[in-house]
């Protein structure tokens, strides 16, 4: 579990790097098609990477919701992972692919299933 939520944070690490750098260009006056676009991709680059430190935070609380989330972010690595790779860049393709591909295979290991058996609840009525 500590492996899933450490690959989940660091995701979420790099897409905050990443949108700050996002966010330099766009002061510094880089030329973009679209200013308010590239304020959206902003907006989603921070959204999604506030969503990967809950996953993994939770994951590693032991709650079983963030399973689901985990696979997804795993997939979307995956996604943009072997495009990078075969795109000229293997080291930046690796490194989303190899994480990525650990973080699935434990996702469906019994003990991390066991583990994450936890649920919210709600409190006792009266």
Known sequence: MAVISAVAA???????VAAGWYA????TGAP?????GAVF???????????????????????????????VAQLFALTIGFP???GGYPLAGLAML??????????????VIAYASRVGGSPPAL
């Open 98 to 111: 190899v994480p990525a591909a650990v973080a699935i295979v434990l996702l469906f290991d019994k003990r």
């Open 32 to 36: 973009v098609l679209s200013f308010w």
């Open 41 to 71: 991709t902003l907006g989603l680059l921070l959204a999604f990477s506030a969503w990967l430190f809950a996953v993994g935070h939770f994951l590693f609380r032991g709650y079983r919701w963030p399973r689901a989330g985990a696979l």
């Open 84 to 86: 990078t790779l075969t």
């Open 10 to 16: 660091l995701e979420a690490v790099a897409l905050l």
């Open 24 to 27: 330099l260009q766009l002061l």
